[in-house]
């Protein structure tokens, strides 16, 4: 009975159809024509595309480690959990983001700020009355702002982020990354992404060599200090020497060979300290990162507007099938309480 019932309601459908062609004509051409003006009145939306390879540096931070125990310093377990697939989410993060749009610029010779504009020429202005009097003023600190402000910065984060901004590796085998962003004016667009792409690379660059900068800062303080002290070694012994006019007794050659240990002491510290300053140093400048950009986001932008033929035909099918969809639910209605009234 399924099948019968099928091939019977198709073709109930198609009679349908062929009966009333006329209105099914004139409903698809207004929609068509409708859908080619508002094709038409739609403002084109500007996508960057940004490419760059990460070279994370080296990981390997055993002797960094063991430098840093020689001064009672525990940095844990010597892998580093940002890692290049952490990149992305660092790039997106409410961090980075906000960081971006608080910045300013410069766009038809007036300043702003990146989400003062942003705001000005989307539409959420518009569809939200509440925010028309919230402004983000160029040189505002960000600890003044006000509970409204710090609510529209954090729902035009969340807007942008999830619908305007991709960040991917689109192939697993290599370090190359992908970033587009999308918004209704093309400068914006592209001083978006180069800031976004910037303001990562510097904070990416902090964490991955956080640790080792920590170490070489301590070694450089206690190597000066240990100059320091052979150097003020060494003075005191010449003075001693000058000031003692009886060399001939042994008791005034005491702090001369005081001053003479503590030089041999000094001066052997400070040549150990010395290379582990250089080795320091050199394993900072190799934990440093490289993001090197590929294709950046030039002019011309990648402009998505949907065209007005397009529009038409989508308006003048998804009408049509409306109007079956209509119909078909009123027909199946009317024969349900037919078989109701039988009963």
Request: glycine share 4%; charged share 20%; proline share 3%.
């Amino acid at each position: 009975d399924g099948i019968p019932n099928v091939m019977n309601n198709i073709y109930e459908g198609m009679k349908f159809i062929l009966k009333r062609w006329y209105l099914f004509m004139i409903a698809a051409l207004l929609a068509g024509i409708a859908g080619f003006f508002y094709a038409g009145s739609q403002k084109p939306a500007y996508k960057s595309h940004l490419t760059f390879a990460l070279d994370e540096g080296n990981n390997d931070v055993s002797n960094l480690m063991s430098l840093a125990s020689q001064f009672g310093i525990n940095f844990g377990n010597s892998a580093s959990i940002f890692s290049g697939d952490n990149i992305t989410d660092i790039m997106k993060s409410r961090r980075i983001v906000e960081k971006v749009f608080l910045s300013v610029d410069t766009f038809n010779t007036r300043p702003y700020t990146l989400i003062e504009y942003y705001l000005k020429i989307s539409n959420f202005r518009k569809n939200n009355s509440k925010t028309a009097a919230i402004h983000f003023p160029p040189g505002q600190l960000r600890n003044n702002f006000t509970y409204q402000q710090d609510s529209l910065l954090f729902t035009t984060f969340q807007n942008f982020t999830k619908n305007k901004i991709t960040a991917d590796r689109p192939d697993r085998k290599v370090s190359i990354y992908e970033v587009t962003v999308t918004s209704p004016d093309e400068k914006f667009t592209k001083d978006f992404t180069d800031r976004l792409v910037s303001e990562t690379n510097n904070f990416y660059t902090e964490l991955r060599t956080k640790k080792a900068k920590e170490t070489l800062e301590i070694l450089e303080q206690r190597t000066a200090t240990m100059k320091g002290n052979l150097n003020s070694s060494i003075t005191n012994k010449a003075a001693i020497q000058d000031e003692n006019t009886n060399p001939a007794f042994s008791e005034a050659q005491v702090p001369v060979q005081k001053q003479q240990a503590n030089i041999q002491v000094y001066g052997a510290a400070y040549g150990e300290m010395f290379k582990n300053l250089e080795l320091a140093r050199f394993q900072y400048l190799n934990s440093i990162p490289l993001m090197q950009i590929i294709d950046a986001a030039n002019y011309p932008m990648e402009k998505i507007k949907m065209s007005r033929l397009k529009a038409a035909i989508i308006g003048a099918f998804g009408i049509c099938f409306i109007i079956i969809f209509i119909f078909w639910i009123k027909r199946v209605v009317r024969l349900k309480t037919t078989e109701e009234d039988e009963i």
